[in-house]
């Protein structure tokens, strides 16, 4: 709670203490880890390894250690070792989730045969007129976070988190995604109706517009534009190399079990940019694209051209972004809090030589990128 609302050295004086008491705690190590800005002693890394030889350590805590110590070796500039064990973690979480990138890759397949430009034509002035949200969607790590916080910072925009609501919706309809042809006029304004309904929940202000991030949106853009047409949708990208790697680095409390294999992450992106360069063409121009690295290079230029993909007029404090307070949950939440920085485009580049199974199964999109459009 203390690193949610900004009181860094209390959360890390609180995670120091936990692993005083209990030094083979691997969440607490973790957690120290996952703040981004801290750096490890050589003390702290000792301990951690200390740990990792104990007989009966539990599965969770290792994998927690494995995590927190590759963190700890690629500050240090040891990507061997570092990459030695996230890969270790990764196995290791692996063992404990059920995914099936054939399941994914089949998911998008059925969502493009069924949202054609025919499908949207035959819908048009249907579902629930509502202008209130802006999606913020892609990848995790791929800067939605940063996203966020910029657009928070105008004075009528609230950011709220990564609601659960789209996908609880998607799975009351039959036979998702096809089943969303099958529902008639005052069905698809229901379901946009419910949606701001619940998102009310986590309403703190008046702002005439509030920030939905949840990245896995991305794969249910069609259903928002078939029920909230006139919301704003923002599709955060992120060099494939640099986003998959920087999940791979990642433990999440839950969720996104596709990132714990190089191969099942380089399908899962893959079948992303599929489907999203599928709406690019059969509604063009309803999607904006932040490119992270432009908006690293450019920060004046991009924020503009957000702002504006949003109908919103330029407010500087969207340039101040990490002078804005509010609660951030994520795994970026010390990150948005700085200024802008270079270090997120280039960090995947010393791995280069251990993400081949990664190349192989992201194909050619790794070509197409950063070239992709950029709408709005």
């Known amino acids: 709670m203390l690193k949610t609302v900004g009181r860094q050295a209390d959360g890390i004086?609180?995670?120091?203490?936990?692993?005083?008491?209990?030094?083979?705690?691997?969440e607490a190590w973790w957690s120290l880890a996952n703040l981004k800005t801290l750096v490890f002693t050589d003390a702290d890394i000792a301990t951690m390894q200390a740990a990792l030889a104990q007989d009966g350590l539990s599965d969770e805590d290792h994998f927690h250690l494995d995590f927190a110590l590759g963190k700890a070796c690629e500050d240090r500039g040891a990507a061997a070792a570092a990459f030695g064990h996230y890969a270790a973690g990764n196995a290791l979480r692996r063992t404990k989730l059920v995914y099936a990138a054939d399941e994914t890759s089949a998911f998008v397949d059925r969502s493009i045969a069924t949202f054609d430009a025919g499908f949207f034509a035959d819908r048009a002035g249907q579902g629930c007129q509502a202008p209130d949200p802006i999606f913020i969607l892609g990848m995790p790590r791929a800067g939605s976070t940063l996203v966020e916080q910029i657009l928070s910072s105008h004075p009528l925009v609230e950011g709220t988190s990564e609601?659960?609501?789209?996908?609880?919706?998607?799975?009351?309809?039959?036979d998702y995604p096809a089943g969303v042809a099958a529902l008639d006029p005052a069905a698809l304004r229901r379901i946009g109706e419910a949606?701001?309904?619940?998102?009310?929940?986590?309403?703190?202000?008046?702002?005439?517009?509030f920030i939905d991030k949840l990245p896995n949106n991305w794969a249910h853009v069609p259903l928002?534009?078939?029920i909230l047409p006139n919301a704003k949708i923002?599709?955060?990208?992120?060099?494939?190399?640099?986003?998959?790697?920087?999940n791979f680095k990642q433990h999440f409390a839950r969720g996104q079990a596709f990132s714990y294999a190089l191969d099942?992450?380089?399908?899962?992106?893959?079948?992303?940019?599929?489907?999203?360069a599928h709406v690019d063409a059969v509604l063009?121009?309803?999607?904006?694209?932040?490119?992270?690295?432009?908006?690293?290079?450019d920060t004046e230029a991009e924020v503009r051209a957000l702002l504006a993909a949003c109908g919103l007029d330029f407010d500087p404090a969207c340039l101040a972004f990490h002078e804005t307070q509010r609660s951030v949950r994520t795994a970026s939440s010390e990150q948005v809090r700085r200024p802008i920085f270079q270090e997120g485009t280039r960090a995947w580049q010393a791995f280069d030589p251990y993400l081949g199974d990664l190349r192989t199964a992201l194909g050619d999109v790794v070509d197409h990128y950063p070239q992709a459009p950029r709408f709005g």
Do not use: K, N, W
Request: aromatic share 10%.
């Open 13 to 26: 004086a609180a995670y120091r203490r936990a692993v005083a008491i209990t030094p083979g705690l691997g």
């Open 163 to 174: 609601l659960p609501d789209i996908p609880a919706l998607a799975r009351q309809v039959a």
């Open 195 to 209: 949606y701001l309904e619940r998102a009310a929940v986590q309403r703190r202000t008046d702002r005439p517009f």
């Open 224 to 226: 928002i534009l078939a």
């Open 234 to 246: 923002i599709d955060a990208r992120r060099h494939p190399l640099g986003c998959c790697f920087s």
């Open 264 to 276: 099942d992450m380089g399908r899962y992106y893959r079948d992303y940019v599929r489907l999203i």
């Open 284 to 297: 063009p121009g309803r999607i904006h694209r932040v490119i992270y690295e432009r908006m690293v290079d």
